[in-house]
């Protein structure tokens, strides 16, 4: 049977859970914002200790042992545990575009480059904007017909096309299993997808839930904050980490409905039910108004302000690896809505 014409023009269109703010701000915010984006070229002052001296990265890496997270910037991270080793939302190119040359760049390099990273055994996707899916890296990572890829509904195709064999799209609140004792659970977010003008939220966008025998990971992607979250934790909670996204918060009245700012990652930790929070989707490259650098500190003041010790509250360095000793955690597998 050939698809309608409707199907082809116009293809299915995602929408946020419910309860999530709506996208209120109109052109007369968007166009000064972007103006001023585009005008504000400069790279900010990067302090010291912020990145970790490549050489000094790898032999964190190496000495950590089985179970580990390494930060290797905005929200890549390496996590390894139960065997295998995870590489979420892949950006380590040095621009989030679609053109060399053109669009935001980084202005501190990421943790490792790929031809430093260990062997992936998984690739963790949450949404296909450029700062999270970066074609260059996605193409150039090696041991593609072993690497299962989980992505959202509507992002299979990109991979298969990239030489993936093993891809696993799932919708909010699906499976999927690597052996009999490693999980992968889509989970609801509260943000929009898009590559070009005419693809809005064609694809799907998700947080995650990565559960090994010893550990279960709560990975928040890019979104907005909301009451799912509170669901999440109800239904599959608690979590041993939660890397939860603070930067890329201003202005409110455009980013509120789909990025988080310090104080909300840190709310949207509690409700989910992790442990130990872990900062991300700062610090590697400017997306928004706020400073640079401004993330880290309101993190940690609202992670004290909510009785969160300093040792459950992490700031990692780009280029950090932390051992994560295990500890066992119940694991509720997702149930259907």
Known sequence: MRPR????????????????????AGLAEFAPFFLRRLRDRR??????????????????????????????GHASFLLRTGGLTVLTDPFLSDRASPMAGFGPKRFVPPGLPLEELPPIDVVVLSHNHYDHLDARTIEALPGKGHVVAAVP?????????????????????EETRIGADFILAALPSNHFSGRTPFDR?????????????????????????????????????PFDLGLVPIGAYEPSSIMRPVHCNPEEAVSLGRDVAAATLVAMHWGSIVLTDEPAFEPAGRFRAAASRAGIPDGRAWVMRIGETRATAPRETPRRAPRPP
């Open 5 to 24: 014409a409707s199907a082809i023009l116009f293809p299915v269109r995602f929408r946020n859970p419910e309860g999530s703010l709506p996208r209120a």
């Open 43 to 72: 790279p900010p002052p990067v302090p010291p200790g912020h990145v970790v001296p490549l050489p000094e990265a790898k032999e964190l890496l190496r000495s950590a042992g089985p179970e580990s997270l390494t930060w290797l």
């Open 153 to 173: 509904a509507g992002l299979g195709d990109f991979f298969r096309r990239r030489g993936y064999r093993d891809v696993r799209e799932l919708r909010w609140w």
């Open 201 to 237: 939220n064609a694809t799907l966008w998700a947080s995650w839930a990565i559960a090994s025998r010893t550990r279960k990971v709560f990975f928040a992607g890019d979104t907005g904050y909301g009451p799912v979250f509170g669901e999440i934790g109800r239904r599959i909670g």
